[in-house]
């Protein structure tokens, strides 16, 4: 095997590496002041299964370094999330979970965000969340929750002590699990026959396109495509039925997955498919020319800081975000360009960035004196953010966003 590749998590195929974010850091622990010497840290390389197309992370991080008690990302933060969740829980509540005593199970439920309101309509449910703080959030709120990792033989218990689930639904965290095969066999041991397994997780279709190449760290071990999904289902006797595109952190996409056989496909399966073959998606030289293009936006923007510092302007970050890892120890972007960040999560305040350790502060506190630009990190909550921070700009401050690339608001 050369350094470049890799075995593939799905089928064993070689995986070919098409991009290398170096050395990184776990991109959710924020270090304490006496921490900042006892960081983790991998090699960041994306890669291709040149047999099932997988796109997929070369080097896996243990998953107990990541998913611990205090991870601090709360799904609850955003209210266009809030309000996302409680749509997505309306639905399945109104298609799948219509039958006598239905059972939702979801796989990262994390806060609470979406089973909250499965839980107001009365609909017996579990969420499986292995980070025990947010679980604790949402158990505190009346949802029940088990604080473990989703796998084969967690599934097993839940399907031995709750009977068959209507509806598996997961969001944001499928991608996040390499052990896929053991998700798979444990949807098979706890989806009732005609159930639903449902997940939507950020699309590497909208990733090339719209160039959000900080969607790649740590947790993002997958990227899926229609098309890699779908194969992935049928070699655990599953299939993709159905195929929505979100435009929720960037643009994703919700698969539904049924045992085979059990529900007529739609047409939209084949059609992003065929859309995804007429875009090159499975081609590696599509995947080398979003990687060159990642290069050239990443070293762009160190220099039009570097421009704009050395006029004298004061720029900040803004969205002490898992992603915005990624591209500052990529870039090598540390305090002496960005000398803090904002943001509004209590648990991340008065910590630093992981890797660049670039101090973050209270949003609160962005005001006192607003900088002359901020760099938004957090870019898939844009418009919640400007709304948030309105008076930055009508008194002269500037949003700088580096996807697709570099610009000034
Ligand atoms: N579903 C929420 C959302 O979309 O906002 C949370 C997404 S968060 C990025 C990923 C969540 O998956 C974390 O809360 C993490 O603890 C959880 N997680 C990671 N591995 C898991 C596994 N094997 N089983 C269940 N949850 C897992
Ligand atoms: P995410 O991009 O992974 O969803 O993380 C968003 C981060 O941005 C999270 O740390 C909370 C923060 N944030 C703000 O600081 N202000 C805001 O208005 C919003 C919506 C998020
Ligand atoms: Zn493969």
Redesign the pocket.
Known sequence: MEPNESTCRICGGRVREFFDFGRQPLSDHFPSEDELDDEFFFRLAVGMCATCTMVQLLEEVP?DR??RYD?P?H?SGSER?REH?AATARRLIDTELTGQDPFCVE????DG??LRTVRDAGVRHLG????GG?ADVSRAEGVQVRT????ESTAREIAEQHGPANVVY????IC??PYLDS?FRGVDALLAPDGVFVFEDPYLGDIIEKNTFDQIYD?HFYLFTARSVSTTAQRFGFELVDVERLPVHGGEVRYTIARAGRRQPSPRVGELIAEENRRGLADLTTLEKFGAQVKRVCWDLVARLRELRDLGFYIVGYGATAKSATVLNYAGIGPDLLPCVYDTTPAKIGRRLPGSHIPIRSAEEFRAPYPDYALLFAWNHLEEVQAREAEFTKQGGRWILYVPEFRIG
């Open positions: 998953r990541m998913f991870y990302y799904s999330m969740f796989i990262g439920s994390n965000v979406m499986v969340e292995p980070s947010v473990a990792f989703f796998e997961a969001a944001n965290t996040h699990i998700v947790e």
